[in-house]
């Protein structure tokens, strides 16, 4: 510092020497008065901050908004202040003013879990789905504060409640097998989880989960119970029968499993697949199923499909004298009589004859569509038996 | 050889020619500016912190008394202690250039600090910036004189410390170079420059060591929607262009009107003007003091359209009474204020209104800013750099040479008197216009020759190019009574005579009779029989 006061003064030393000791002074004056000012905003900042933290708990989110915002004028970088602001504006619906905040917290801190999580609700308020998505992405995948990590949790369980609403299967069952990954051990969300699997058609993986779940929580009903639907989706009727009446024994005031018991029994009285069956108890059940088609079919639309009534009994019916030719029968019709002829026929080859109902019953119901349009089956052992056969 | 010798060689290594030491002049007054922006900044928030921070509450009708007693007490150390520290900063700054080589006592920085500290940060609605600038060169020529400049280099070392000074208040080095570039001085040098630049920097860089890199505004990320927002940005521009010559004039009126009061009045008008920010401040509290609180809350989209437009003209009267009033203050951060609350009230409009997708309401605030800025100040290069430095985003740029754009012209068209020229007449001084001064288009030897009807031959002798400036053309015209002037391409060849009759008809100086009285008739450029 000597040298260059000197270089600078030139011959004037004195000059240089002075500037140098102001400049030092200077300093320290300069250093000691921010430093006080910097603790005094600190102060400040804090005081306003916890009045606004008490007014939020009182219910004045007004109040504590302007607290919030008094706060962050002593200390803009604070991003607890900040948040809190952000917090109390999203609940007061000042959504511009809270998006603002938070995208100067996002500009600093992008990958923070609590920030996108904060975004995607005020996105999702504002009804920009696909938006809200991304951050509540963005917000599951990012990182949390320390003792922050519950609302991580919960942060997905929007996500996948968004998801639903937006019906994108898919993507459910992805977050739903992310939460089952981390979820903790509590047996009724991972319950929750199993059935919202199941819902979304992802049989196997609630099927493992339940399983899981039976294992280790062999009291737990929920768990019994959930294994059991997933049993019945995937067509095991007979495990499916055996965890509905565990439900049964550990809760039996249960209607909905008792109704799903006696599901998975009328679907095991009416199975012709079943293993260890006689070739007429094959056939017999064989015949009910195509019966049952024919009168859901009848059923469902009775003006469409007269003609099962009459193609059944094929014989009394005389065509009048002098009529028409008839035309040649549609493939609808056709089978609606292959199917009338198979239920009156006597036949001498039973596994043969309980197959070709179970075809003519299974190419039925597929048609059924064509039967029935936009009416969903009501005999739904049926139903599951068909599947179970088409497989 | 001893060590004496060697120590005195040594010192006669090291001394450095006058550049390099005003080069290194220039870093120390950045350095000094700096801290003391630190300072001035951290008095006026304590200030305000003591005074209208602990009157909120249950004690808010006190405001109404705060800014009039700050403006009293301000105007009492201006007018009994520290007279120099008079007027708005930039003239003064200008006239220590112009007029007393440099020279600007060194109370004015203590006067300056003091009153402006207590004006502003008791809620009179004016700025600090202005004031930092004047300190900056305050700050410069005390070192100055301390290290025994020569005559010419002083001149100099005024627009050093008043871009420090500016550039450490705006925490914007850019724009603190190219304001007093652009403004305050009209011609410069690579030295000029050079120091300039280096001040800027070194103080920015204090600065930030003490009150941190935030910048003064916390600007949310701008993007150009769609192509038809530049429409919108090119309507605050005219909006801009015909609200600040508005507003000027009514400055210069208002002004005009209390400077015909009697003198004793001069003490008690701030106070008058005071009072009156304390009486709007009672609704509108944001309108108080610089005002960046409010203008960091409005990007923040705190208020809608139609508060923005409240705060906006009622900031620009409370500012017309402090400032008309002649309370210590700056007019950079209220014109930032009023530019970027009516810009922000017609982003709002825009972005309810406007068929194309718009930017939300705070990206058209920056661009209001610097349209007002160079509506009034008519620095329309500052004011680009400016909006471009506080928002960091290179996607501004382009509405905002649009915008402001359109307000510099539109305002000039007007209003052809820019501000600071105006507070010059009003104070009495005869200060050049920088603006003028780049207006001003020196005249060419082209301009004032005859020209020949066919190419001849040179001479041997002295001879002129058709582009050098007349002013060299008279001292060969004191040798020689006409000169021939030769083409750049072919210097063989005459192109045209030069006569000291010709320059002065060039000039418009009438000369009655002679010779030249009688050429003055006839058309430079018409061919000598």
Redesign the interface.
Same mark, same amino acid.
């Given at each position: 510092m000597g =040298?260059?006061s000197?270089?600078?003064?030139?011959n004037?030393f004195r000059?240089?020497v !002075?500037?140098t000791a102001v400049?030092v002074v200077?300093?320290v004056?300069?250093?000691f008065? =921010?430093s006080a000012?910097h603790r005094?905003g600190i102060a400040?900042g804090h005081r306003h901050y916890e009045i606004g933290q008490a007014l939020q708990r009182a219910g004045n989110l007004e109040g504590a908004a302007e607290e919030y915002?008094k706060a962050l004028?002593f200390l803009?970088?604070e991003p607890d202040y900040r948040f809190s602001l952000c917090v109390a504006l999203v609940e007061l619906g000042?959504l511009?003013?809270a998006? !603002?905040?938070l995208?100067?917290l996002l500009?600093v801190d992008p990958t923070n879990g609590l920030f996108n999580l904060m975004m995607a609700r005020i996105d999702e308020r504002r009804h920009k789905t696909s938006q809200a998505i991304d951050d509540f992405q963005r917000a599951v995948y990012g990182y949390w504060p320390r003792g922050k990590l519950q609302q991580r949790h919960a942060a997905r369980w929007e996500l996948v409640s968004l998801l639903q609403q937006q019906n994108r299967p898919n993507a459910v069952i992805g977050e739903l097998l992310q939460l089952y990954a981390n979820a903790p051990d509590d047996p009724e969300e991972k319950s929750k989880i199993g059935f919202l699997l199941l819902h979304y058609g992802a049989t196997s993986d609630a099927l493992n989960l339940f399983r899981e779940l039976v294992r280790d929580h062999p009291r737990y009903v929920e768990a019994y119970h959930g294994l059991g639907q997933a049993q019945l989706n995937s067509g095991d009727y007979l495990s499916a029968r055996r965890d509905f009446q565990r439900a049964a024994h550990l809760d039996p005031s249960d209607h909905d499993n008792l109704k799903l018991l006696a599901l998975a029994n009328s679907v095991l009285e009416l199975d012709p697949s079943l293993p260890r069956l006689r070739a007429s108890a094959r056939l017999r059940r064989s015949h009910s199923i195509l019966a049952r088609v024919l009168r859901d079919l009848a059923a469902c639309n009775a003006a469409n499909v007269p003609q099962t009534a009459s193609v059944a009994k094929p014989a009394n019916n005389a065509e009048p004298a002098g009529s028409v030719a008839p035309s040649p029968p549609s493939p609808l019709q056709q089978q609606l009589n292959n199917a009338a002829t198979l239920l009156n026929a006597k036949p001498t080859d039973l596994d043969q004859a309980a197959l070709d109902m179970q075809d003519t019953a299974g190419q039925l119901w597929k048609d059924r569509s064509a039967f029935c349009p936009g009416k969903t089956p009501q005999d739904r052992p049926l139903e599951l038996v068909l599947s179970r056969i088409a497989q | 050889m001893t060590n004496a010798t060697k120590w005195r060689e040594w010192?006669h290594q090291?001394?450095?020619s006058e550049t390099q030491?005003f080069l290194?002049?220039a870093l120390?007054i950045g350095?000094?500016s700096g801290?003391l922006v630190?300072?001035f900044h951290?008095c006026i928030?304590?200030v305000s912190?003591s005074t209208l921070?602990a009157l909120s509450g249950r004690f808010r009708l006190v405001r109404l008394f705060v800014p009039a007693l700050g403006a009293t007490v301000a105007i009492l150390l201006v007018a009994k202690v520290f007279p120099r520290a008079q007027g708005s900063g930039v003239n003064q700054t200008k006239a220590a250039i112009y007029t007393s080589n440099g020279y600007v006592p060194s109370s004015t920085i203590v006067g300056k600090f003091l009153s402006c500290a207590i004006s502003i940060g008791m809620g009179n609605s004016l700025g600090p910036e202005d004031p930092s600038l004047q300190m900056g060169a305050g700050i410069a020529s005390r070192?100055g004189r301390?290290?025994?400049l020569e005559r010419s280099t002083m001149r100099l070392i005024a627009p050093v410390g008043a871009a420090a000074g500016i550039a450490a208040a705006f925490n914007t080095p850019i724009t603190g170079v190219l304001f007093v570039m652009e403004e305050v001085l009209a011609d410069w040098s690579a030295t000029t420059v050079g120091s300039i630049v280096l001040a800027a920097v070194s103080s920015v860089v204090t600065m930030r060591t003490?009150?941190?890199n935030?910048p003064l505004f916390?600007i #949310? #990320?701008f993007q150009l929607t769609h192509a038809s927002e530049l429409l919108i940005y090119a309507a605050i521009g005219v909006v801009g262009g015909l609200l600040s010559p508005l507003f000027l004039w009514s400055i210069r009126e208002t002004r005009k009107r209390l400077d015909e009061l009697p003198h004793w009045t001069r003490y008690g008008l701030p106070a008058v003007g005071g009072f009156l920010t304390g009486v709007v401040g009672l609704w509108f509290p944001q309108v108080m003091g610089a005002g960046y609180?409010a203008i960091?809350?409005a990007?923040?989209?705190?208020f809608t359209w139609q508060v923005l437009i409240y705060l906006g003209l009622l900031k620009l009267l409370v500012t017309l009474f402090c400032f008309t009033a002649g309370t210590p203050g700056g007019m950079f951060a209220p014109v930032l204020f009023i530019g970027g609350m009516l810009g922000g009230a017609f982003g709002g409009l825009a972005h309810n209104w406007w068929p194309f997708p718009a930017a939300?309401a705070?990206a058209y605030m920056m661009v209001g800013m610097g349209v007002f800025f160079a509506g009034i100040f008519r620095s329309p290069i500052t004011s680009i750099f400016l909006v471009f430095e506080l928002s960091a985003s290179y996607v501004i740029i382009l509405p905002v040479m649009i915008a402001n754009t359109t307000a510099y012209l539109l305002s000039r068209r007007i209003m052809p008197t820019p501000f600071f020229k105006m507070l010059a007449q009003l104070e009495g001084l005869a200060l050049p216009s920088a603006e003028e001064k780049r207006n001003f288009q020196p005249l060419h030897v082209e301009d004032a020759m005859h020209a020949v009807s066919s190419p001849m031959t040179s001479e041997p002798g002295m001879r002129l190019f058709p582009d050098e400036p007349l002013d060299a053309a008279l001292r060969l015209l004191a040798v020689r009574p006409r000169i021939q002037v030769v083409s750049r391409i072919h210097p063989d060849e005459v192109i045209g005579t030069l006569s000291l009759a010709d320059v002065h008809h060039a000039y418009g100086i009438q000369d009655e009779g002679g010779e030249s009285g009688d050429k003055l008739r006839q058309s430079p450029r018409s061919t000598p029989a």
């Open positions: =040298s260059l000197t270089v600078l003064a030139g004037n000059a240089g !002075s500037v400049l200077a300093f004056v300069t250093g008065l =921010s000012y005094a400040r915002r004028l803009p970088d000042k511009d003013e998006q !603002s905040h995208q100067d500009a | 010192r090291l001394t450095l030491r290194l002049l120390l350095i000094f801290l630190v300072c951290i928030d304590w912190w921070g070192l301390l290290f025994s003490f009150l941190g935030a916390r #949310p #990320p609180d960091n809350a990007l923040h989209g705190q939300s705070e």
